[in-house]
Nanobody
Framework: VQLQASGGGLVQAGDSLRLSCVAS????????MGWFRQAPGKEREFVAT????????HYAQFVMGRFTISRNGAQNTVFLQMNSLKPEDTAVYYC?????????????????WGQGTLVTVSS
């Protein structure tokens, strides 16, 4: 089982990026998926989650209205559309999969983690 995150890069404040996370090794159709991030010197924190088998989504307050989580029809890829990026969004972004379908912001609920993709937002 692997999660491969991609799409990070260096952008300016106000720009947009779309992160992708491809899951392989098994079907993730019924799995809740999440995005977390870890800024330099800080703890990893929840960003967004989407339910398995439904469109229920939850977001951290600090990204609400700017970021959108989605997943494709086959549900083996999850996306994080990030708009109006700010320098404080600079972090390594990780995708994760929870074997239950319930969306969750709790890191310990997730069973599988990707390797992370770096997003750097310059001012």
């Amino acid at each position: 089982v692997q999660l491969q995150a991609s799409g990070g890069g260096l952008v300016q404040a106000g720009d947009s990026l779309r992160l992708s996370c491809v899951a392989s090794g098994r079907s993730f159709r019924g799995y809740a998926m999440g995005w977390f991030r870890q800024a330099p010197g800080k703890e990893r924190e929840f960003v967004a989650t989407i339910a398995g088998g439904s469109s229920t989504k939850h977001y951290a307050q600090f990204v609400m209205g700017r970021f959108t989580i989605s997943r494709n029809g086959a549900q083996n890829t999850v996306f994080l559309q990030m708009n109006s990026l700010k320098p404080e969004d600079t972090a390594v972004y990780y995708c994760a999969a929870d074997s239950s379908p319930w969306p969750t912001a709790t890191m310990s609920d997730y069973d599988y983690w990707g390797q992370g993709t770096l997003v750097t937002v310059s001012s």
